[in-house]
């Protein structure tokens, strides 16, 4: 590593113009851990924590005289996950097996995909900061069986194995090497989680090993079309993490470079803790893997009519209804992006606009709002999803009517809001209970708007003398005035025109 490289930090000595005559190149392999009940060449449980080593079988174990066979479900999601990224479906794909020792693996080889992946030549779209967007390649998913874990921090004198994870279906999606900076690495992860998690086939957590990142990463000179030495990285727990491990080495790398020095092929480890990748192994080739034929499983045959059923089972996918939204319901970009982060809340969205008695664009950015900060706010508060959340979308929607009508104020429903939750009655009920029906009537709010300038004769001279901000004195003194039942915004258009001396 290079002397000018800050310990520990990933900043550079070097100059930025230096930096960023470097281009880098990144290419990710991520391995998504899928929901099917039984592994995947057996019939033994998938689920995630259960205690060490209860999730097995002979077959996962690797006993003398066992067979696998294929898990329907593992197919029938690794092609709505090609589908989904726009990959060619291979109708006639092969397994074959990946030898190495290591103590996690029983069987000392992983049953995968080599030279014909069932998905192949697709491609994702990744939205930019700057709102434009960005086609990323797939090269490849294919199908494989997870290893199992080994643990080295419980025992101070032995490595633990929990085969728990062993044989776990798992998909592998390989990028093209088109990603240029760790920030598109990051918007790739983010997009490629959105997507599994809205087919329904991966949990989407890193931090229980359900979506896992390897990145391979190498930089050249700007204008240069021969790619550099590719640096694989491994362990990275979080999306943030591959975005800072990818950052520390491209420095690297480019620090190693000007210094004379020659980036070597090898596998690194990304240290979360001092901030830097550290060395692991040379890299492996396809060669070192012996990789021959699955002799015990027969080719998967897949046919135009089952392709065509699962792609007509495709739900719209989060980019697509992000932009559906701010067309159809005319809510911002950013409103757009928040609402569809789970299809969850999505579909929350969808069914409480539904319901709205008057269509418009007033009435959905109320329940956006509502939902960006009182839902999503108790959704985080009691962890629980919006499936468990106890306001139903029908009454959230009656809610948000009241207030685009102008029948209660955004105080008020805030307040009203915080009984929905537990309360059965509905938001009209609740305003009448508690007295909290606005007054739109402007001959009854002009009166009050009135008696308050009379009263204050001296504020009112500071406010035309340039001290506009005293008009928040007025509105309160107006609402305190009429009991908090005026409409604010009347309240304010009233107040405007008679302190400006217009009209």
């Not at 990744?126 to 199908?143: L, N, V």
């Not at 590719?230 to 990275?236: G, L």
């Not at 009050?448 to 506009?468: L, M």
Request: net charge negative; proline share 5%; hydrophobic share 35%.
């Amino acid at each position: 590593m290079s002397d000018t490289l800050t310990e520990n930090s990933g900043a550079s000595l070097l100059s930025q113009e230096v930096i960023d005559s470097y281009e880098p190149v990144i290419g990710l392999e991520v391995h998504a851990q899928l929901l099917t009940n039984s592994k995947a060449f057996s019939r033994a449980a998938s689920e995630f924590g259960p205690a060490p080593n209860t999730n097995t079988d002979p077959v996962v174990l690797g006993h003398p005289g066992t067979l696998p066979t294929v898990n329907r479900g593992l197919v029938e999601m690794i092609v709505r996950m090609g589908l989904a990224t726009n990959c060619s479906i291979c109708k006639f794909s092969m397994f074959s097996r990946k030898n190495y020792f290591y103590p996690d693996l029983p069987k000392g080889y992983q049953i995968s995909q080599f030279e014909d992946p069932i998905c192949h030549d697709g491609w994702i779209e990744i939205e930019m900061p700057d709102g434009s967007s960005k086609r990323i390649g797939i090269t490849r998913i294919h199908m494989e069986e997870d290893s199992g874990k080994s643990i080295h921090d419980l025992d101070p004198s032995a490595s633990l194995v929990d085969l728990n994870r062993s044989g776990a279906s798992l998909i592998e999606i390989v990028s093209e090497p088109e990603i240029r900076s760790s920030e598109e690495a990051y918007l790739y992860l983010t997009q490629i989680k959105s997507i599994v998690t809205w087919l329904g086939i991966c949990s989407g957590n890193m931090e229980d090993g359900a979506l896992r990142c390897d990145a391979n990463v190498s930089v050249r000179k700007r204008g240069n079309e021969k790619f550099g030495t590719k640096i694989e990285v491994k362990n990275m727990n979080s999306f943030r993490g591959v975005e800072k491990a990818i950052e520390y080495e491209i420095l690297r790398q480019v620090e190693l470079i000007e210094s004379g020095g020659t980036v070597v092929q090898e596998t690194m480890l990304w240290d979360a803790n001092l901030r830097q990748t550290c060395p692991l192994r040379s890299k492996e080739m396809a060669h070192d893997y012996r990789y021959f034929p699955e002799p015990d499983l027969p080719p998967v045959a897949i046919t135009d009519e089952q392709i065509e059923r699962i792609r007509n089972e495709l739900p719209e996918l989060a980019i697509a209804r992000k932009k559906r939204f701010v067309e159809e319901y005319g809510i911002p970009a950013y409103d757009a992006g928040v609402l569809t982060d789970s299809r969850g809340t999505a579909d929350y969205f969808e069914q409480a606009t539904a319901k709205v008695l008057t269509k418009g664009g007033d009435r959905y950015k109320t329940i956006s709002n509502l939902m960006m900060t009182e839902v999503l706010r108790e959704l985080s508060e009691r962890k629980i999803s919006i499936a468990e959340f106890p306001i139903q979308p029908e009454r959230l929607a009656s809610l948000a009517e009241l207030f685009a009508s102008d029948t209660i104020s955004s105080k008020n429903m805030k307040d009203i809001f915080a009984e929905m939750l537990t309360s059965d009655k509905s938001p009209k009920e609740i305003s009448e209970d508690k007295g909290f029906v606005q007054v739109s009537d402007e001959s009854f709010i002009e009166e009050a708007v009135d008696a308050v300038i009379a009263e204050n004769q001296d504020i009112v001279e500071r406010y035309r003398d340039g001290k506009t901000n005293l008009l928040g004195f007025f509105v309160g003194q107006t609402m305190q005035r009429t009991k908090g039942k005026a409409n604010p915004k009347i309240v304010n258009q009233l107040l405007r025109k008679k302190l400006d001396g217009v009209g």
